[in-house]
């Protein structure tokens, strides 16, 4: 499914922190979000799941214009920060989220074992979510995401407060997911991560100042290293022509 974002300007009490915004995601392909605090990534996807509308400008997940509550079945989306509840336990929270797409109760008991399975939280099912740690809670969150096995994953700063060894596995879960045709949209402050990415959007204080393939976007650069793409989006001085 791809994403059209065409000139969204989006305003918090007066204050523009989305600024005449226009590219394009195609289809299948991994696309990160970069920019310093507060450059406005998480408001970005969140006009681009529908949770906010935009002020001006529109915004199109396979043509169709969101917000769009039908849209919802097709979208996952993890939250900055976890949206699970501490009382249940991890499978239960599952089932809570499943029956919010609806699935079938079949469908559901297959896709609660499957999920558990691929972020490795099998033998934790039972345990309660205030019992987890950091690491299994963005875990959960991951595969809550990806139970009703949308064509679109919004992932806001997945892998914050991960070590590296699970943010590989995780990361490895990201690719496993693009190959069945599922488009990502993952906000990243982590610099190898960007390199798993097909194309990057610099985000520099409301504004898109680059948007490119990573490839391309590292040629750019003076070093042809990652953190000069950090440096970019953190300067709009510092993007090199
Ligand atoms: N609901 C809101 N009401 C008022 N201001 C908001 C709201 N949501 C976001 N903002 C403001 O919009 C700006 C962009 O915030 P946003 O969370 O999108 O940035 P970010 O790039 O995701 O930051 P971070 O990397 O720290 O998560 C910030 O100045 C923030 O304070």
Redesign the pocket.
């Known amino acids: 499914m791809d994403i059209k974002i065409s000139n969204v300007s989006k305003s ?2 007066k ?1 523009e ?2 600024k005449d915004i226009t590219f394009t995601i195609p289809s299948g392909e991994i696309c990160c ?1 970069l ?12 006009l681009m799941i529908g949770a ?1 509308a935009a002020d001006t400008g529109h915004i199109q997940l396979a043509n169709i214009k969101m917000p769009n509550l039908k849209m919802l079945k097709k979208i996952g989306y993890m939250p ?1 920060n976890d949206a699970l509840y501490d009382d249940l336990s991890a499978e239960s929270n599952l089932r809570f989220f499943g029956g919010l797409y609806q699935l079938s109760k079949s469908k559901l008991e297959q896709r609660v074992k499957e999920v558990l399975e691929l972020v490795d939280l099998t033998e934790h099912r039972k345990k309660l979510i205030r019992n987890f740690s950091g690491g299994m809670k963005k875990r959960l969150s991951l595969a809550a995401s990806i139970l009703h096995q949308p064509d679109v994953l919004f992932l ?2 997945p892998t914050v407060g991960i070590d590296p060894v699970l943010r590989r596995t995780i990361w490895d879960q990201f690719q496993e997911i693009k190959k069945s045709g599922t488009t990502i949209i993952v ?1 990243t ?1 982590v610099m190898d991560e960007v390199t798993e990415c097909d194309k990057a959007a610099l ?1 520099y204080n ?1 504004s898109l100042i680059e948007y490119d393939s990573v490839e391309k976007l590292l040629k750019k650069t003076n070093t042809g290293r990652v953190e000069e793409l950090f440096l970019m989006a953190s300067s709009r001085g510092g993007v090199v022509k």
């Open positions: 918090f009490e204050k922190v989305i979000l920019g310093p605090s507060g450059s406005g990534k998480t408001t970005l996807i969140r906010i900055q806001d700063e906000s402050h985000i409301g």
